[in-house]
């Protein structure tokens, strides 16, 4: 049972079933506020086209939300409590899955933060915070789950970095920028790498996306909330900004067999917002 009510009218029906008897390891799958955060989506999105979720967050209870969410929906879900800096605790992420499931198909890294401040503002630690999350986390998930993904012979890894990573978008977070632009190019290793063992890696790049995040981390730019939704929505060609279900159907594609022969690519999902000039 969903006690929160999330699995009412999602646009995510069941039904093609490109992932059917897939595993699909998600890491970030919580939301740090009310609404469909970046990784919560694709979790749901993963679990409604077949595929046996483990959704890991490092709040507990954001992590079981998402698991009975999609419990509701009739989906596979087990939720899973990790911190993706701390190799030992990814690693145990791991070793669990495949106790209970005996393969990982699926890698997806969600994880982020976005720390306001350029060189000079920023600490130290904040520098290193910033790069051991939204980077290290990717290594991390990466270092423990391409073992087995090479034994399988297959698997597909997802990053979702940022059109930060190509772009400067207005806001002064100097180490989100390095870090986002590091998984790129981490991503782009990987693929070319493990590419004759069956292994595809691809990075999906947000826009200016309406997510929970941007209240949280990104609002404090702006006089208000309305302002910022306002001001993100006008800067997009669109006029609108991204959801959180549009990154998590580049996701759904990316994992599936469908893109048996794309990887290394780093997808922008913005609206045309990278597009620009300036």
Known sequence: MDPTGDAAGIPWPAGRRRLLDKVAL?????????????????????????????????????????????????????????????????????????????????????????????PVELTEQQWHTALDVNLGGVFLACKHVLPVMLAQGRGAIVNISSV??????????????????????????????????????????PGLMNTPLIHQQISGQYADAAAMVQARDAACPMGRMGTAWDIAAAAVFLASDEARYITGVCLPVDGGLSCRAG
């Open 26 to 118: 998600v890491f970030g799958a919580g939301s740090i506020g009310e609404g469909w955060g970046n990784g919560k989506a694709a979790a749901v999105a993963y679990a409604q086209e077949g595929a046996a979720v483990i959704a890991v967050d490092r709040d507990a209870a954001a992590a079981a939300q998402i698991a009975a969410v999609i419990a509701a929906l009739g989906g596979r879900c087990r939720a899973m409590a990790a911190d993706v800096t701390r190799s030992a605790e990814v690693a145990r992420v791991v070793a669990d899955t495949m106790a209970a499931h005996g393969r990982i198909d699926v890698l997806h890294n969600n994880v982020g933060v976005a720390v306001m401040g350029g």
């Open 164 to 205: 930060a990573a190509i772009r400067y978008t207005g806001y002064p977070y100097a180490a989100y920028y390095a870090a986002k632009a590091g998984v790129n190019q981490f991503t782009v290793g990987l693929a070319l790498q493990y590419a004759r063992q069956g292994i595809r890696a691809n990075a999906i790049m």
